[in-house]
Nanobody, 124 residues
Framework: QVQLVESGGGLVQAEGSLRLSCTTSGSIFAVAAMGWYRQAPGKQRELVAT???????NYTDSVKGRFTISRDNAKNTVYLQMNSLKPEDTAVYYC??????????????????WGQGTQVTVSS
């Protein structure tokens, strides 16, 4: 019931920055948390960050201090600001919606709705 559309991906050099956006529509009242995942070729999906409706955030250790997740509830939009990008950040980035807040423990099955993904490529 929730539709998610990512945008903002592209090609950047190492140490550069990108801001990803995820616009949501549909049953927004059912969404308690949003997350950003990424998946590189041949790799498992990796949770990057989560944010609750109230603004509580979590980050995987590899992006702490470099990435910031935020949301504008009035615009039904979630953002991922990515600074100091590294080649290992290269992946398809997906936003996802969850009906519940799971604190610091998450799995892909916790998210009922997914966007189509946006490619982020960081050159060395």
């Amino acid at each position: 019931q929730v539709q998610l559309v990512e945008s903002g991906g592209g090609l950047v050099q190492a140490e550069g920055s990108l801001r990803l956006s995820c616009t949501t529509s549909g049953s927004i009242f059912a969404v308690a948390a949003m997350g950003w995942y990424r998946q590189a070729p041949g790799k498992q999906r990796e949770l990057v960050a989560t944010i609750s409706t109230g603004g509580i955030t979590n980050y995987t250790d590899s992006v702490k201090g470099r990435f910031t997740i935020s949301r504008d509830n009035a615009k039904n939009t979630v953002y991922l600001q990515m600074n100091s990008l590294k080649p290992e950040d290269t992946a398809v980035y997906y936003c996802a919606a969850s009906s519940w807040w799971y604190g610091t423990s998450w799995s892909p099955a916790d998210f009922a709705s997914w966007g189509q993904g946006t490619q982020v490529t960081v050159s060395s």
